[in-house]
């Protein structure tokens, strides 16, 4: 005698449907690490940080729109009880005969954007590999990857610049963006990996199962979800790249062609360091860019860098 099951009841599956999810080990730390930066004394910490960073911010601001006999004589906070405002320093910066500004602003445009584009590509490229492609010597050739992040820059110049030189590079633009493209592959293809690895096997598994390649899987299912990553990466190296002023110098040199804005930001304070009201507002133009990258990016950013850091 066979009996026939009882279909569940609306009851049941209500019941099925409310029973609540087990939490994985990286949610739970997840969790305790957002309730522990939340709390109170952390906001406080935090504000105050904030506060002590920004103050520089506008003491610079508020200088470059004081007068040159007011900058040299008194300090910036003085502007609060002898306010002072002037166009001149800006219109001195960007257009002077001596200093140009405008001038060296699309160099560090042409210098910066290469420079991010180039590693971000090359490093989603061997983070794949790394990360979803069995071969031999793997895990070596990433940790050899990795421990490259060590190597100081600055012992790199010379053998660097002795090539650019024996290939006819040096002095151009190239020569800047395989630099950085050179100093920022290790660090962006350890960021890109973690981030892989932290993509569910099973999307890569069904996407096989289908019929898709290593290309399809790549632009289709993983480069999507690769966005917080990309854009971490892509702000810090505009960052970097963009207030740079030893790599640009070295390689490109400091002729109106080639420089960026950080040389002309150099020479702007004199020979004896008299020219500050030229300098406060050259250096609050030069800030400007990277400012609006930062704050656009800001979320991703942070996403960005902590991936892998909470692998369960």
């Known amino acids: 005698m066979t009996t026939t099951p009882t279909p569940p009841t609306t009851t049941d599956t209500a019941q099925v449907a409310a029973k609540p999810r087990k939490l994985t080990k990286a949610e739970i730390r997840a969790a305790e690490a957002k309730t522990k930066l939340s709390s109170p004394w952390a906001s406080g910490i935090a504000i105050v ?3 002590l960073w920004t103050v520089p911010t506008l003491g610079l601001f508020i200088t470059s729109f004081r007068p040159e006999a007011s900058i040299v004589t008194s300090g910036w906070w003085t502007w609060f009880t002898n306010p002072e405002f002037t166009l001149s320093n800006y219109q001195q910066t960007l257009f002077g005969s001596t200093t140009a500004f405008s001038t060296f602003f699309l160099n560090s445009i042409v210098l910066t954007l290469p420079a991010v584009v180039i590693p971000i590509t090359l490093a989603l490229l061997a983070a794949y590999a790394f990360a979803w492609i069995d071969f031999r010597g793997r895990d070596l050739l990433f940790v050899a990857v990795f421990a490259l992040q060590i190597v100081p820059l600055q ?6 610049l002795s090539i650019y030189v024996d290939l006819g590079l040096a002095g151009s633009f190239w ?3 395989l630099s950085h493209s050179i100093f920022a592959l290790p660090l962006a293809i350890f960021l890109m990996h973690n981030f892989m690895k932290e993509i569910p096997r099973s999307l890569i598994e069904a996407a096989r199962v289908d019929g898709a390649g290593h290309v399809k899987i790549f632009f289709t299912v993983l480069l999507p979800l690769l966005v917080p990553a990309i854009a971490a990466f ?7 790249v963009w207030n740079d002023l030893l790599v640009a110098l070295t390689f490109a040199g400091g002729t109106p ?5 950080t040389v002309r930001l150099a020479e702007l304070s004199g020979t004896r360091g008299s020219d500050w009201h030229l300098l406060s ?14 704050l656009f990016g800001q979320r ?6 902590l991936a892998g850091s909470v692998k369960g």
């Open 155 to 160: 012992v790199t110049l010379i053998p660097l």
């Open 281 to 294: 507002a050259g250096a609050f133009i030069s800030i400007i860019v990277p400012l609006i990258v930062f």
């Open 234 to 240: 892509g702000v810090f190296q505009f960052l970097w």
């Open 49 to 51: 940080i904030a506060i």
């Open 300 to 305: 991703f950013f942070v996403r960005g860098l």
């Open 175 to 177: 020569t800047v963006w």
């Open 257 to 261: 062609n080639v420089a960026p804005l």
